[in-house]
C-alpha cells in the first residue's frame, strides 16, 4: 500500500518509451525501452542515512566524460578537513588541488585548517579528472535542486554489498558504459567507440581502432543526447525485476512505518 501511494506522488511527468528508474530502496536501475521491449538492470550505490539519495523525476540532457570533481563545501569540512589533519598526504595521493578565491593554487600545508572548524573555507578543491577521480570516467546530469546525478565510480567493492547506501547522495553505476549506450538515440558503432575510448576502454570496430591510434583524433569530452530521457529516482520495497517477477527489498531509510502510520490515520477518520 505505502508503494502504491509513493508511486502515486512520483509519475506525473509522462515516461514515455524510454527511461531510467533507479529504485534507491532496492539499490537497482531499470533503464527501459518499450520500443525494443529491453530493460538494462545494474546495481547502484544510493545516499548514505545522513546523505540520504531524494526522491525526484527530471531528464538527462547530457553526459560528460572525465569529469573533475568540484568537492562540495560539506565535505570538505566534514571529511577531508579531518582526515588531512592525520594524513598530510590526502590532497596529493587523491590527485586534488586546492585554489583561492582569485583561482590561484594554493599549497594545501601552508593553510590553517582549524580557523575554518565548523564553517565555510574560502578555497575550492578540485579532484584531477580520469583515472581515480570520484566521478569515475562518465557523468549523467539532470536538472535537480539537490545537485545529485547519476555517475561511473573507480569504487567498485560497494556493489558487492547488500546494503548499498554508501556515497553523499548521488546515485553510483555498477555499469555506467552500458547506461551511456541506453541513453544513445540509435545504436552507433563509432560514436560508442569513442566513449569507450574516453574512458581508456578497448574499441571494437575497426574504425574505432584507427581513431585510437591517431594523433589528430580530439578525444569526447562530452554528448548532450538528441532526445533527453526521463530519469526517476524512486523508492519502492515492492517492485517489479527486469525478469517481471515480484520482488523485496528492506527499507534502508525507514520510510515505510511512517507513511503507512499516516495513511492508516487518515482511513480512520470519521
Known sequence: MVNLER????????????????????FMLQAVNEETDSILEMRVCCGRLKDKTPMLASRIYYMELNPYWNVPQSII???IIPTFKRDTTYFTRNRMKIY????????????????????GVP???KQDNKAGNSLGRIIFRFPNHY???????????????????VSHGCVRLENALDFAFFLLKKPDE?????IRIAMDIRPVSEEGRKLSRSDAYRE????SLQESIPVYLDYQTVYLSADNQLSYCADPYNYDPP????????IAKP
Open 147 to 165: 545537485a545529485v546525478y547519476l555517475h561511473d565510480t573507480p569504487s567498485r567493492q560497494p556493489f558487492t554489498w547488500k546494503n548499498r547506501a
Open 259 to 266: 507513511l503507512l502510520k499516516a495513511m492508516n490515520n487518515l
Open 190 to 194: 563509432l560514436f560508442q567507440d569513442r
Open 123 to 125: 578555497y575550492t578543491v
Open 100 to 119: 583561492d578565491k582569485n583561482g590561484k593554487s594554493v599549497d594545501p600545508q601552508t593553510i590553517e585548517w582549524t580557523k575554518f572548524a565548523g564553517r
Open 220 to 223: 569526447l569530452k562530452h554528448c
Open 77 to 79: 569540512t566534514k571529511e
Open 7 to 26: 508511486e502515486r506522488w512520483q509519475y506525473a511527468q509522462d515516461k514515455g518509451k524510454k527511461y531510467a528508474i533507479v529504485n534507491v530502496a532496492a
